[in-house]
Antibody, heavy 118, light 107 residues
Framework: QVQLQESGPGLVKPSETLSLTCTVS????????WNWIRQPPGKGLELIGY???????NYNPSLEGRVTISVDTSKNQLSLTLNSVTAADTAIYYC????????????WGQGTLVTVSS | EIVLIQSPEFQSVTPKEKVTITCRAS??????LHWYQQKPNQSPKLLIK???QSMSGVPSRFSGSGSGTDFTLTINSLEGEDAATYYC?????????FGQGTRLEIK
């Protein structure tokens, strides 16, 4: 059974870069699409972007220009980088698997809270 | 992008009650609509894919229906463990989007 686990700093200063990793266990990171989704505290869900099984990224236009998603197949890890963060980027960040870029999301990681604050 | 509007946003219900949550899309999305359950301090869990296909292990009291722009998640005979926030999600077009959520409180 595939499991996803997000990790990274829980606190990032404004204007700096947020970097997170999602480790995939119980299965290969190849063949699927891998998504990053975030959820501000007490609010709804927002797609950040995904990377395809051919390692082509696709980003939400609302974040394009600040975000990079990549994969390290040797480590079975997915990475997220978000530049120039502000308090509005404070959220729980989830990684989730999909069969294609337009498909249901399952499974999800447990999520990691990132707070942007000085 | 496609906007999904859920109703109600909050509902307080008693055990064994039947609950209906609706999700309306801003344009037709066929059957590319999925439902998730998120319990407090947990990540979302996929309940229903493609409007009406229940995921393995999901209790039979959960069912989904609809197509085009109007969709429904029904919970028959609600149980205490169903207290959660429910989200719809469209995968018809990019960027994929989610409804704002429906929080169910069990009385």
């Amino acid at each position: 059974q595939v499991q996803l686990q997000e990790s990274g700093p829980g606190l990032v200063k404004p204007s700096e870069t947020l970097s997170l990793t999602c480790t995939v266990s119980g299965g290969s990171i190849t063949t699927y699409f891998w998504n990053w989704i975030r959820q501000p505290p007490g609010k709804g869900l927002e797609l950040i972007g995904y990377i395809s099984d051919s390692w082509s990224p696709n980003y939400n236009p609302s974040l394009e220009g600040r975000v990079t998603i990549s994969v390290d197949t040797s480590k079975n890890q997915l990475s997220l980088t978000l530049n120039s963060v502000t308090a509005a980027d404070t959220a729980i960040y989830y990684c989730a698997r999909a069969r294609t870029g337009r498909n249901w999301l399952d499974p999800w990681g447990q999520g990691t809270l990132v707070t942007v604050s000085s | 992008e496609i906007v999904l509007i859920q109703s109600p946003e909050f509902q307080s219900v008693t055990p064994k009650e039947k609950v209906t949550i609706t999700c309306r899309a801003s344009q037709s999305i066929g059957s590319s609509l999925h439902w998730y359950q998120q319990k407090p301090n947990q990540s979302p869990k996929l309940l229903i894919k493609y409007a009406s296909q229940s995921m393995s292990g999901v209790p039979s009291r959960f069912s989904g229906s609809g197509s085009g722009t109007d969709f429904t998640l029904t919970i028959n005979s609600l149980e205490g463990e169903d207290a959660a926030t429910y989200y719809c999600h469209q995968s018809y077009s990019l960027p994929i989007t989610f409804g704002q959520g429906t929080r169910l409180e069990i009385k």
